[in-house]
């Protein structure tokens, strides 16, 4: 059988940014997959030499407007354990209120994006205007929509009034009816099943040796979850990792289903168990010589930042592997043996953020 | 760093890596640091049941560095990233992008050392 090579973007209708996978391909099957990155790689870690500590902040925030919020948690709390600071419980638990939000809606608008992949158009509507009831959440709690910037070194700069508290309440009991209400389709519909069950099998040992995060991870049977660390709030609300096991695209979407339920269920417990106090610790001084190893649960998975300080206000080094990175070379194993016309579906089914990937 | 950090040499980083494999270790990624002009320190980060375990590799850039990729296939993009971004080489890498994987060709600064530069590639 002869092979015809196939570029998968770095243009492609599932694709919001550009990535490139060459495809080696036999009588429409996949035989072997190459990626190309590099396509708007920005260099981010670099300006740790010229930005100082505080400002890096707002570049965190940047590697991805999805999880900016985490990435700046992230970072905050290993500069706060780096220069020991001790975050204001208050502090702690509203950083868990918008990383939930955060995560509920990458989660629609990756659910949304999804059903667009396989053709479900209406669906891929129904997922983004139930998102737009986070996103006014975020918007008139902070100012922003996307990009929130609610983190400092110490804490948080925003609060929220009881009446802001009554009114998400309020909001995310819709956002869960309305995410029930798409249940069905999005699990136990005949067509949407027909592209998603048995596609893009990953086994639980691959997933666990090639490295796979979050979702990936989860819906391959391996319960990790790096909430599960008690970082944060976290340690004081009940919960339990979302786990799938057949390791399919339908395992993967389920988690990130079940994981947008389990969010509005977190920023009823993190409202609940809001405590009174300061918003931010005073933080004086430079980052000490020494380093930091930190990580957090993202919408797409386990986050690593690595922070090397040295005394100054600039930092000697920072390191961010983001969760796309890490599951790339599952997708890489994913990908062999599957028709070419699955492969969008499995694509998007690690939730690519190539922003992410390349900071 | 709170977390156990074991030191390990050129010669011993595969061996190491194999045992944190059979360990039943999951690799996580890899940090890339400068420790001096010509130094760097390489720390492999690796996960199980949420317990965390580093090794510590310092080397020459100059030094080529043997290639784990062979142990955990999941670090082929995180060397070659390293290849791009610190000038080191790597041998033995599964799918060796040869300093191409974000850089292009053209490009003649190594992105993360200062005043260090490189030919451009033909």
Redesign the interface.
């Known amino acids: 059988m002869a092979t015809t090579v196939i570029p998968f973007g770095p243009q492609h209708p599932v694709l919001p940014e550009p990535v490139h996978l060459t495809l080696k391909v036999e009588d429409e099957i996949v035989k072997e997959a190459i990626p190309a990155l590099g396509y708007v790689h920005r260099g981010l870690e670099k300006l740790a030499d010229i930005r100082d500590y505080h400002q890096m902040i707002q570049v965190c925030e940047r590697v991805c407007g999805i999880c900016s919020m985490i990435h700046a948690v992230c970072y905050s709390q290993g500069i706060e354990e780096l220069m020991e600071v001790e975050v204001p419980k208050r502090a702690e638990m509203l950083r868990v209120i918008w990383s939930e939000l955060h995560r509920s809606h990458s989660h629609l608008l990756w659910l949304g994006l999804f059903a667009d992949a396989f053709g479900f158009e209406s669906l891929f509507m129904q997922f983004w205007k139930v998102r737009e009831r986070i996103m006014d959440i975020n918007e008139a709690t902070t100012g922003s929509r996307v990009i929130v910037s609610v983190n400092v070194i110490g804490g948080v700069r925003a609060d929220l009034s009881p009446d802001q508290i009554r009114w998400i309440l309020s909001e995310i009991d819709i956002v869960e009816k309305e995410v029930r209400a798409l249940q069905d389709t999005i699990m136990n519909d005949y067509t949407v099943k027909a592209r998603t069950v048995g596609v893009g099998v990953l086994s639980k040992e691959d997933a666990y040796l090639l490295g796979a995060a979050g979702p990936t991870l989860r819906g391959s049977g391996v319960a990790q979850d790096m909430r599960m660390l008690g970082y944060g709030g976290y340690a004081e609300l009940d919960f339990e990792p979302v786990v799938e096991t057949s390791g399919d695209c339908w395992a993967r979407s389920t988690v990130r289903f079940r994981e947008t339920l389990q969010s509005i269920d977190l920023v009823r417990q993190a409202i609940a168990k809001l405590p009174e106090g300061e918003l931010a610790a005073k933080v004086k001084g430079n980052p000490p010589e020494g380093e930091v190893y930190t990580r957090v649960e993202q919408p797409r998975g386990e986050c690593v930042y690595y922070i090397k300080g040295n005394g100054t206000k600039h930092l000697d080094r920072l390191r961010i592997r983001t969760p796309t990175f890490a599951n790339i070379p599952p997708l890489l194993a994913m990908l062999p043996g599957c028709e070419l016309a699955d492969v969008p579906v499995i694509v998007l089914s690690i939730d690519p953020c190539i922003s992410c990937t390349e900071r | ?3 156990k950090v074991i030191n390990v040499t050129r010669d011993t980083v595969v061996g190491e890596v194999m045992k944190m ?1 059979n360990d039943g270790y ?4 890899f ?4 420790v001096d002009e010509d130094g760097l320190g390489i ?1 492999y ?1 690796f996960d199980k049941n ?1 317990e ?1 375990i ?1 090794l510590r590799l310092t080397v020459k850039r100059k030094d080529s560095i043997p290639s784990v990729s062979g142990v ?3 670090a ?2 995180v060397e070659n990233e390293i290849r791009d971004q610190w000038d080191v080489k790597f041998d033995g890498l599964v ?1 060796d992008f040869n300093r ?5 060709p053209e490009v003649t600064q190594v ?2 050392v200062s005043n260090v530069k490189i030919a451009p590639k033909q």
């Open positions: 760093m709170k977390d494999k999951r690799l996580v990624t940090s890339t640091y400068q720390l980060h949420l965390t580093h955990y296939f999941a082929l993009l799918l191409t994987l974000y850089l292009d992105p993360l």
